[in-house]
C-alpha cells in the first residue's frame, strides 16, 4: 500500500488538529515539525514492531554494536527519504504553502558524539537498517550531547546543549526492559552447597539502566532496527540508598554528558562509571533476550555478535564472563570460548595518548567483581603463552600490567577478530602498534575500510546533484552506490561535466547565503572553496593550511596584483575544551580570518571562514559546496578519515598525503585526479625511529617559512601574542611533531597544481566527475556487508512483503 498525498495531507491536519487544535496556517515550525515527525513514526512504527519479532521468530544470529558515541545528526529527513516518503512530503508542503527544508532545520542534532568514530557508528546503524541486517546499537542516552561551541574574540567557548529540552521526538522510553547495574562495594567468593564458587556483594550500589530505543529506519525495504541508548535512575526501592542531593546527583550525572576525547583525570572517572554502565547494561538486556527465544548459553555465539567499537566498550568481554560464570553457572572453560566467539573489535586509532588505559584500583571502585575476572583472563593469559612457548610476547600483549588494564589488548585478547578501519591503518596495526598480537593471533587481523552513508551525503545534502546523476545513470546508484561509477563512462559529456559545474556552483551561492545570513560576511561564489572539516587536532594539522594562508597573504600585501585565483578558506572544526594546543589553533585561524576578511588591500583573493558549531547538519551544507577537500594529516596518523568520502562524493578535489583512506580514493581516482603531497609512511616511521628531523634547520634555512612563522610571533597578526608564540615553539623549539614545516613546501606545489588547474573550469570538472562516479566504492553499506560476512557471520533477513530492498517497497501510512 503507498501512500498518496491527499492521504498525507489529510493525515497531517487531522494530526495537527488533534496534537495542537491548530491549522496549518497558524502553527509554529515547531508544532509542525513534531507533527509531520508524529506522522512519520505512524509509518514505520509497526514495521518496527514487526522487524523485531520476525528477528525472534526465525532465531536469528543478533548483532549488539556496542559504541560510547552515536552521531546520527538530523533523522526527520533520512527517515522520509528511507521511507520513500521524501518527494511526496516535499510536494504536499508545497501544496500547503510550507517549505520543508525549513521545517527540518528545526531538529536539533542529535550530537552524541565528538566526530569520525560515532558518525561511522551512525553510518552503520544506517546501512545495517538499509540492507535488512539485524544489527542493534547500543549506547548511552547523554542528556548532554557534544557541548555547543560559540567563538568570543576568537576563543572557543563551550556551551551546554541540552538537545533533550526540546523532548526527542523519535526516542521511545521502555522502563519495562529496564536492567539493574552493581557499582562499587566490596566482593568475596563463597563456596555455594553445590561446591560452586559463587561472589557475594556488599555495600554495592544499585542503579536502575532504562532503555530509550530510536527506530533505525532501513532504506525503501521495510525493515527497522534498533539503536538502544540507556539512561541511569535511581531505583525505587534503592532511595533509601541515595539520601543526598549530591549522590542522586552523581546517578544523574552518569549519563548526563558525552565527555570529549582527552578529558582530565575528574573526568575520568565518571568515564570509566559510563563505560561500565553502557556495557553491563546491554550485555545483561543481551543475556535475558537470549534466554527467553533459545535454550541453551553454550550456543550463545551462534545466535549473538557484541561487536566494541574502539576500546571504550572493552569491558564487554569481562561482563559476559561475570554473566556467563557467576549468573548462568558456565566453567570458565564453556564461558571464555563462547565470549571470544561472540566478540568484534574495531581499533580506530594509533596514537598512543589515545589508547586507553585504566588503573586497577579505579575499576575496583567501579566494580571489583570485573577486576577479579580481568586479573584471571590476564593470569590464564600468562599460562597459555607459556605453553606455547611465546612468553616473550607476554610483556607486550597482557591485559594487566603494573596495575593498569590495557583495555586494547583485553578487547583483543577476548574477540575472534581485530579489524583497522583503512588498508593502511590495519597494517601499521600488524606491523607496528599490535604487531605481537598479529604473530600471535594473525587469523584474527583483517581490514574494513571506513565507508559513509552515500543517501544522506547525496541525496539529502545535495538534491540538484542527485537530480543531475539520475538523468544520466538512472536511480539504482541509491540501492548501489557502485553504480556511480557508470558516470564515469560519461567524462567526454560537455553538457554533464558543464552541468556538474553549474550544479556545484549553486551550491555555493547557496551557503554564500548562509554564510553572509550568519556571520554577516560576503564570499564570493566565484572563488574557490577550500574546505577543511574534522575535529582540531595536532596530527590534522589545520596548522599547516593556516601558515598557507599566512603567506599567501604576506605575498598579497607585498604585491597586491599576485596573480592566484581567488579563494575562500572555510573551516570547521571543534577543539576537545581541554585541548589547549588545539584551541590556540582556533584562536589564530579566527585572529587571520579578522585580519584577512576586513582588508580591501587583498581584492577579494582571500577570505577565511570559520564557521562556529560544526556539526553534522552543518556538514551537510558545507560539503556539497567544496570545490577542494583538505585530507592533510601527517602520514600514518588518520586511521580513516571519512570526511574525505563525503567531499569526493559531492565533487570535491582532494588535496592529501598518502595516509589513512586518503590512499584508497587515489588509488580508484588515479594520480591525476587528486593532488598529492608529502611525507609518506616510511619518511615518517624512518624520521620517528631514528630521530631524523630537525625543524629548526627548516626555520633557519627556509626564508619562506622563516617570514610565515616570524608573522606568529611579531605582531603582523593582531591579539594572538600567547597563542602566536606558542605555536611557534612548538614548530622550532619543540621539533614539530608533526612535520608541518618538513611538508610545507610539497604542499605549496600541490596547491599552486590546484590554482593553476581551477582556471580551465572543464578540466577541472571531469576531474569532480570522475571523483564522484569513484566515491560509490566509499558506501557504508558495502563496508557493514563485509562486516556482516566476514566478521559477525549474519545475513539479511526477508522483509515483511517477502523482498529485500524492493523498489516498490515504500513504508504505508
Ligand atoms: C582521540 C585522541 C584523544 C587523546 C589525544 C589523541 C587522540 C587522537 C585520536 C583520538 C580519536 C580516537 C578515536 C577516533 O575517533 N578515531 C577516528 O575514527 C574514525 C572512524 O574510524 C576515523 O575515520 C578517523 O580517522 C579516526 O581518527
Known amino acids: 500500500m503507498k501512500i498518496t498525498t491527499e492521504q498525507f495531507i489529510k493525515e497531517f491536519k487531522r494530526r495537527l488538529t488533534d496534537e495542537y487544535a491548530l491549522d496549518v496556517k497558524d502553527a509554529t515550525k515547531e508544532e509542525l515539525y513534531r507533527t509531520l515527525a508524529a506522522v512519520v513514526k505512524s509509518g514505520y512504527f509497526d514495521i518496527w514492531r514487526k522487524s523485531k519479532n520476525s528477528f525472534d521468530q526465525d532465531q536469528k544470529k543478533q548483532v549488539y554494536y556496542f559504541s560510547i558515541e552515536f552521531l546520527p545528526g538530523q533523522l526527520l529527513k ?10 511526496l512530503v516535499k510536494k504536499a508542503f508545497q501544496e500547503l504553502g510550507l517549505d520543508l527544508d525549513e521545517i527540518a532545520q528545526v531538529e536539533p542534532d542529535m550530537a552524541l558524539g565528538n566526530g569520525g568514530l560515532g558518525r ?22 547523554y542528556k548532554y550531547g557534544l557541548f555547543k561551541q560559540k567563538f568570543v574574540d576568537g576563543y572557543q567557548v563551550e556551551l551546554a546543549n541540552a538537545w533533550l529540552d526540546q523532548n526527542n521526538v523519535w526516542e521511545v522510553a521502555r522502563p ?104 553491563s547494561a546491554g550485555m545483561q538486556s543481551i543475556i535475558r533476550h537470549y534466554k527467553q527465544v533459545h535454550l541453551s548459553l553454550l550456543d550463545l555465539s551462534q545466535y549473538v555478535s557484541v561487536h566494541i567499537n574502539d576500546t571504550h566498550p572493552a569491558m564487554c568481554v569481562a561482563e559476559l564472563m561475570r554473566i556467563l560464570l557467576d549468573d548462568e553457572k558456565l566453567s570458565w572453560e564453556d564461558a571464555w570460548k563462547q565470549t571470544v566467539q561472540v566478540m568484534s573489535y574495531t581499533n580506530h586509532t594509533i596514537m598512543a595518548e589515545a589508547l ?36 616473550q610476547l607476554l610483556a607486550s600483549t597482557r591485559p594487566v600490567k603494573d596495575n593498569m588494564i590495557y583495555m586494547a589488548n583485553l578487547a583483543i585478547i577476548g574477540s575472534h577478530s581485530v579489524n583497522g578501519v583503512a588498508k593502511l591503518h590495519t597494517e601499521l596495526l600488524k606491523q607496528d602498534v599490535l604487531k605481537d598480537f598479529y604473530t600471535l593471533y594473525p587469523e584474527r587481523f583483517n581490514n ?175 560539503i556539497p559546496a567544496a570545490d577542494v577537500s583538505e585530507q592533510i594529516s601527517t602520514a600514518t596518523k588518520e586511521a580513516s578519515g571519512t570526511s574525505n568520502m563525503k567531499l569526493m562524493l559531492n565533487g570535491a578535489l582532494t588535496v592529501a598525503t598518502l595516509d589513512g583512506a586518503n590512499i584508497e580514493i587515489k588509488d580508484r581516482v588515479g594520480e591525476d585526479n587528486i593532488f598529492i603531497f608529502g611525507l609518506q609512511k616510511e619518511e615518517v616511521l624512518d624520521y620517528e625511529q631514528n630521530h631524523g628531523y630537525h625543524s ?67 578540466q577541472w570538472n571531469k576531474k569532480c566527475l570522475i571523483n564522484i562516479a569513484n566515491a560509490g566504492y566509499f558506501s557504508s553499506d558495502d563496508t557493514i556487508r563485509n562486516y556482516a560476512e566476514d566478521i559477525w557471520q549474519v545475513t539479511p533477513t526477508v522483509s515483511e512483503n517477502g523482498k529485500v530492498s524492493a523498489e516498490d517497497a515504500r513504508y504505508p501510512l
Open 78 to 87: 533520512s527517515n522520509l527519504l528511507n521511507m520513500g516518503w521524501y518527494t
Open 120 to 141: 561511522l557508528a551512525s553510518a552503520f546503524m544506517d546501512s545495517s537498517a538499509s540492507l535488512a541486517l539485524p544489527v542493534n546499537g547500543n549506547g548511552i542516552r
Open 176 to 279: 519495562s526492559k529496564a536492567v539493574k547495574v552493581h557499582f562499587g562495594g566490596q566482593v568475596y567468593l563463597k563456596e555455594g552447597a553445590d561446591g560452586t564458587l559463587e561472589p557475594v556483594y556488599e555495600n554495592d550500589k544499585v542503579i536502575l539502566a532504562v532503555p530509550y530505543d530510536t527506530g533505525i529506519v532501513g532504506y525503501k525495504n521495510r525493515h527497522v532496527n534498533t539503536m538502544r541508548l540507556w539512561d541511569a535512575q535511581i531505583p525505587a526501592e534503592e532511595e533509601i540508598n541515595f539520601p543526598t542531593i549530591e549522590s542522586r546527583r552523581r546517578v544523574e550525572d552518569l549519563t548526563s554528558v558525552l565527555y570529549p576525547d582527552d578529558s582530565n583525570e575528574a573526568g575520568k572517572f565518571f568515564r570509566l562509571n559510563q563505560e561500565y554502565f553502557f556495557v
Open 356 to 391: 586507553e588505559k585504566w588503573p586497577l584500583y579505579m575499576l575496583e571502585k567501579v566494580q571489583p567483581r570485573l577486576v577479579q575476572i580481568i586479573q584471571e583472563i590476564d593470569r590464564r593469559y600468562a599460562l597459555e603463552l607459556e605453553a606455547k612457548g611465546q612468553s
Open 448 to 622: 574494513k575500510t571506513n565507508g559513509i552513508t552515500v543517501r544522506r551525503w547525496l541525496e539529502i545534502a545535495n538534491p540538484s546533484l542527485t537530480k543531475t546523476i539520475d538523468r544520466v545513470i538512472g536511480t539504482k546508484w541509491h540501492y548501489d552506490a557502485k553504480e556511480l561509477h557508470k558516470l564515469a563512462s560519461h567524462v567526454s559529456d560537455k553538457r554533464l561535466v558543464d552541468a556538474i559545474g553549474q550544479v556545484k556552483y549553486q551550491n555555493k551561492v547557496r551557503f554564500a547565503k548562509y554564510v553572509k545570513a550568519t556571520m554577516g560576511l560576503e564570499i564570493s561564489p566565484k572563488a574557490i572553496f577550500d574546505v577543511q572539516v574534522k575535529r582540531l587536532h595536532a596530527y590534522k594539522r589545520q596548522l599547516l593550511n593556516l601558515l598557507r594562508i599566512i603567506q599567501l597573504y604576506l605575498n598579497l600585501k607585498q604585491n597586491p596584483a599576485l596573480d592566484i585565483y581567488p579563494r575562500v578558506f572555510i573551516f570547521g572544526a571543534k577543539a576537545a575544551p581541554s585541548y589547549h594546543y588545539a584551541k590556540s589553533i582556533i584562536k589564530c585561524i579566527n585572529e587571520v580570518a579578522d585580519l584577512i576578511n576586513h582588508d580591501d588591500s587583498l581584492n577579494d583573493k582571500l577570505k577565511v571562514v570559520f564557521v562556529e558549531d560544526y556539526r553534522v547538519s552543518l556538514a551537510e551544507k558545507i
Open 696 to 762: 629548526a634547520d627548516y626555520y633557519q634555512n627556509d626564508p619562506a617559512i622563516h617570514r610565515v612563522l616570524d608573522a606568529l610571533v611579531d605582531g603582523s597578526i593582531p591579539h594572538i601574542q600567547a597563542e602566536g608564540r606558542e605555536i611557534f615553539d612548538s614548530l622550532v623549539r619543540a621539533n614539530d611533531e608533526y612535520f608541518v614545516l618538513r611538508d610545507f613546501e610539497d604542499y605549496l606545489r600541490a596547491q599552486n597544481e590546484v590554482d593553476q588547474l581551477y582556471r580551465n573550469q572543464t
